[in-house]
């Protein structure tokens, strides 16, 4: 079982940092690995609930993309105010009307997806692959 550590400043008496190993009652390793679990689910979530409201806007586009078959994949940064910032092509799509269409569903999803407060007010770093596969 891995040990917490804590770094404690020694009394004026030598002016070092000594770090002390600390036990930790289990009951209190179950309440922080806790929160930790529902914080890495609630961020989960939120990730799903940006790609599926990328994934409804992805036919909003001005062209016929109904015969489309092919993905594209972006990435892009999520601000604290739930904002995409620096929308990057990683891989095409083959189809420049696609890639277009997908990064037209980003641009339009952005801001649309409110964070949990437990999930935090950092930003994140996301790639998505928008999927077309004949009218899906």
């Not at 009394?11 to 289990?26: C, G, I, K, R, S």
């Not at 910032?85 to 569903?105: C, E, H, K, Q, V």
């Amino acid at each position: 079982m891995p040990a917490d550590f804590t770094i404690a400043a020694a009394a004026p008496m030598e002016n070092t940092l000594a770090l002390e190993q600390m036990e930790v009652p289990d009951e209190s390793r179950s309440a922080e690995s806790s929160a930790r679990r529902r914080r890495r689910l609630a961020r989960e979530r939120y990730f799903q609930r940006v790609q599926e409201t990328v994934e409804r806007y992805k036919f909003h586009y001005d062209a016929d993309l109904s015969g489309l078959l092919g993905n594209a994949l972006y990435s892009f940064r999520i601000l604290p105010d739930d904002t995409f910032t620096d929308i990057r092509l990683r891989r095409s799509s083959g189809d420049p009307l696609m890639d277009a269409a997908a990064l037209n569903a980003i641009r339009t999803a952005s801001g649309k997806v409110k964070r949990p407060e437990i999930v935090g007010r950092q930003t994140f770093l996301l790639s998505i692959a928008v999927k077309y596969q004949l009218n899906m």
